[in-house]
């Protein structure tokens, strides 16, 4: 489990800011290397952001102002009253996990449920039909192929004969997998000054509004949290931040559209200096993982934060969209070999029957897996835990 969170301040931080709470500004630093003059925080229209980008990736409902008392629905319309559960669940967030992992239940726990059916030893044809279920479901060839051999293995020791036994086999072993490469979220975080998350992602796979769900859980375990806009490339990138600042009452740097990345992460680690932030977030260009000079410079922005900042970036973070399935392995990869990922965000997995991609990339890369995104509303950017995943995809 992540220990990010765990920090508390005395002073009461409220989960829904009003109006006066949520007035926040940027001061003023020294001037960027391009000449591009540091900004101050502005009001900006929803619409108009929506207008200026197709690809706008904020939570329209979280962005809406006509929810009554701040409430939002859910993904099936229903009231949610700020626990993280509609009314009228059960189960809390570990309902809108399990509500979230439907599709890949459906696809792969119901599939391999059907071709037990009836079935009361383990034979060929049945491992065949599993090891095509495990295939399609995104899990992978070297995942797939080591739950089947390690089956046989038990089968011939006389340890595996039950279909069902053998379900259960196949839970524990996914969970023994992503166990393996579970590393600790505070061995990321530094003993002092700020805690520098840099956030990568290719476009469309829902970066920004992670950052935005993210600045939120740390701003409600009681951290002071500043977001950079260093995504200065995408007309809309740097009005999306502000209005995630906006909305949940965390202050924002940026600078003009065009600035360079690099100089807009020096200043804005100039600014927190001295003011006590506990954590700074950086958002990054949206960049096509084959694009050789745009990925030199993610080489660039860390090596400045990091001549700014002992240690820094402390985490960096790759955005990953579920439904692209075996495409996000291949971004992993070349970002990794960039930017060196200390730890994944894997969105949108409510939207996907291959959920196995989660199992598959861990233990591809052996990073670790920080958050999962189930649908739409701030909680449901889940911590990522193992057992918890792994039950509610069985259960």
């Not at 100089?263 to 954590?279: H, I, K, T």
């Not at 960049?287 to 922005?301: D, F, S, W």
Request: net charge negative.
């Amino acid at each position: 489990m992540l220990g990010w969170f765990k920090k508390k301040k005395k002073e009461v931080v409220s989960d829904a800011p009003t109006k006066n709470e949520t007035e926040v500004s940027v001061e003023k630093t020294s001037p960027a290397s391009d000449g591009a003059a540091q900004v101050l925080l502005e009001d900006v229209s929803v619409d108009e952001v929506a207008l200026a980008a197709e690809d706008i990736d904020i939570d329209a409902a979280i962005l809406s102002g006509d929810n009554e008392k701040g409430r939002i629905k859910d993904d099936y319309g229903r009231a949610d009253d700020g626990t993280g559960a509609a009314k009228g669940q059960k189960g809390g967030l570990f309902h809108r996990l399990r509500e979230g992992l439907s599709k890949t239940r459906d696809s792969f726990i119901k599939r391999v449920d059907s071709i037990f059916l009836g079935k009361k030893v383990i034979d060929a044809e049945l491992l065949d039909e599993l090891e095509e279920i495990l295939f399609t479901s995104d899990l992978g060839v070297r995942t797939t192929q080591d739950l089947l051999d390690e089956a046989r293995a038990r089968m011939k020791r006389n340890e595996l004969s039950d279909p069902q036994a053998l379900k259960e086999f196949i839970k524990k072993e996914m969970l023994a997998y992503l166990r393996q490469v579970d590393k600790p979220a505070e061995l990321t975080m530094p003993e002092k000054g700020p805690f520098v998350i840099l956030v990568l992602g290719v476009n469309g796979v829902g970066k920004t509004t992670t950052i935005g769900k993210l600045a939120y859980k740390f701003k409600k375990a009681g951290n002071k949290v500043l977001m950079v806009a260093a995504d200065t490339f995408r007309a809309a990138a740097i009005d999306q931040i502000k209005i995630w600042g906006e909305r949940i009452g965390v202050e924002v740097s940026a600078q003009l559209p065009g600035a360079d990345p690099s100089s807009v992460a020096f200043d804005a680690l100039e600014y927190a200096r001295n003011r006590n932030f506990d954590v700074i977030i950086i958002d990054t260009a949206g960049r096509l993982h084959t694009k050789v000079n745009l990925m030199e410079e993610l080489k660039k922005i860390k090596r400045v934060i990091g001549s700014k900042c002992e240690g820094a970036p402390h985490e960096v973070m790759l955005v990953l969209d579920a439904t692209t399935g075996q495409n996000a392995i291949s971004q992993t990869k070349l970002f990794n070999d960039v930017a060196d990922i200390t730890g994944l965000a894997l969105t949108k997995l409510d939207g996907t029957a291959k959920g196995g991609i989660v199992i598959n990339i861990s233990r591809e890369f052996e990073i670790p897996i920080r958050f999962v995104g189930v649908g739409e509303k701030m909680e449901d950017l889940r911590d990522f835990d193992p057992e918890e995943f792994v039950e509610a995809m069985f259960n």
